[in-house]
């Protein structure tokens, strides 16, 4: 989709550098890698605030939203299950429907979720308390120093146009050691996987990756949480969420894509425990770090 707005240049969120290399070319700008630290990023791009209005604005409907949820049912309840000691108030930063609150909620959290979204932003007020949610980016909603137990980012840093500026936010809200959990796409694998599809084999696979802002790995996930003074960081292979909720495939059926996403995760693990977790090669990568 083309969006008739000016795209602006941005410098690496990690090192603050412009030397980049291009990676791949969209409508919606560059996919570039910094040549100091080898970070993936969009440039030019939209502006933060054209980005946050196109967020704010996009539709969605209930049964996309039934999808989702079911499909990450699991692994919410896997990410509730590792915090557990940390039980308290809980953040979830870009919460959407709420519904992974309101795992935590009937878990004995208190939870709390920042959502810009119009559409989710509703469906949570109605899932949580009114005074749970907030209408607002991280940074605005100005909560308290030291006030949070915990707070998760679930497939939301590489969506922010600032990442290391939300996880010094987190830092200041979070208690001294307090948890900071995030899921996002693997972004050395996307990258691979667009380029090899990019030519549509056998047109199998027609849109072969979904790129947002930013790509992580674990390389640029520890310099990125070590300079916004995180500490205990431990970067590991995402567990698989069910199904194929993004529709990725064209014409393999529903059956054989879990059973691809499973074949490769197990692969993915096999390689992680060999090389001791210095290799991991998974479509996304889960993140627990502690405030020092």
């Given at each position: 989709?083309?969006y008739?707005?000016s795209l602006?240049g941005?410098?690496c969120n990690?090192c603050n550098?412009k030397?980049e290399?291009?990676?791949?070319?969209?409508?919606?700008g560059?996919?570039v890698?910094?040549k100091?630290?080898?970070?993936f990023?969009?440039?030019?791009r939209?502006?933060?605030?054209?980005?946050i209005s196109r967020?704010?604005?996009?539709?969605?409907?209930d049964?996309?939203c039934?999808?989702?949820?079911?499909?990450?049912?699991?692994?919410?309840?896997?990410?509730?299950e590792?915090?557990?000691?940390y039980?308290?108030k809980?953040l979830?930063?870009?919460?959407?429907?709420?519904?992974f609150?309101g795992?935590a909620?009937?878990r004995?959290?208190?939870?709390?979720?920042?959502?810009?979204?119009d559409f989710y932003l509703?469906?949570a007020?109605k899932n949580?308390?009114?005074?749970?949610?907030?209408s607002v980016?991280?940074?605005?909603a100005?909560?308290?120093s030291d006030f949070f137990?915990?707070v998760?980012?679930l497939?939301?840093?590489?969506?922010l146009?600032d990442p290391r500026g939300?996880l010094?936010?987190?830092g200041?809200?979070l208690k001294k050691k307090g948890?900071?959990?995030?899921?996002?796409?693997n972004?050395?694998f996307?990258?691979f996987l667009?380029?090899?599809f990019?030519?549509?084999?056998?047109?199998?696979?027609p849109v072969?990756?979904?790129?947002?802002?930013y790509?992580?790995?674990?390389?640029?996930?520890?310099?990125l949480l070590?300079?916004a003074?995180?500490?205990?960081?431990?970067?590991?292979n995402?567990k698989?969420?069910?199904?194929n909720?993004?529709?990725?495939?064209k014409?393999?059926?529903?059956?054989?894509?879990?059973?691809?996403?499973?074949?490769y995760?197990?692969?993915a693990?096999v390689?992680?425990?060999?090389s001791?977790?210095n290799?991991?090669i998974?479509s996304?990568?889960?993140?627990?770090?502690k405030?020092?």
């Amino acid at each position: 989709m083309k969006y008739p707005l000016s795209l602006i240049g941005v410098p690496c969120n990690i090192c603050n550098l412009k030397a980049e290399e291009i990676i791949m070319k969209t409508d919606l700008g560059n996919i570039v890698r910094c040549k100091n630290c080898g970070l993936f990023y969009r440039s030019p791009r939209l502006s933060d605030e054209d980005e946050i209005s196109r967020y704010k604005n996009l539709g969605y409907d209930d049964a996309y939203c039934e999808i989702l949820d079911r499909s990450r049912k699991d692994l919410y309840l896997a990410v509730l299950e590792d915090i557990e000691a940390y039980k308290g108030k809980l953040l979830d930063v870009g919460c959407a429907d709420g519904y992974f609150l309101g795992l935590a909620q009937k878990r004995g959290w208190e939870p709390y979720g920042v959502e810009i979204s119009d559409f989710y932003l509703e469906k949570a007020k109605k899932n949580l308390s009114k005074k749970s949610v907030f209408s607002v980016p991280l940074k605005i909603a100005k909560f308290p120093s030291d006030f949070f137990d915990a707070v998760t980012l679930l497939d939301v840093l590489d969506h922010l146009g600032d990442p290391r500026g939300e996880l010094e936010e987190i830092g200041r809200i979070l208690k001294k050691k307090g948890m900071l959990i995030a899921r996002v796409r693997n972004g050395a694998f996307h990258v691979f996987l667009d380029q090899l599809f990019k030519k549509n084999v056998f047109g199998i696979i027609p849109v072969s990756t979904v790129f947002h802002l930013y790509g992580f790995d674990r390389h640029t996930l520890n310099i990125l949480l070590k300079k916004a003074n995180f500490s205990n960081i431990r970067i590991e292979n995402s567990k698989l969420t069910g199904g194929n909720p993004y529709y990725q495939t064209k014409y393999l059926e529903r059956y054989m894509i879990n059973i691809i996403k499973r074949a490769y995760s197990a692969f993915a693990e096999v390689v992680s425990l060999l090389s001791r977790k210095n290799v991991l090669i998974s479509s996304s990568l889960m993140i627990y770090a502690k405030k020092k």
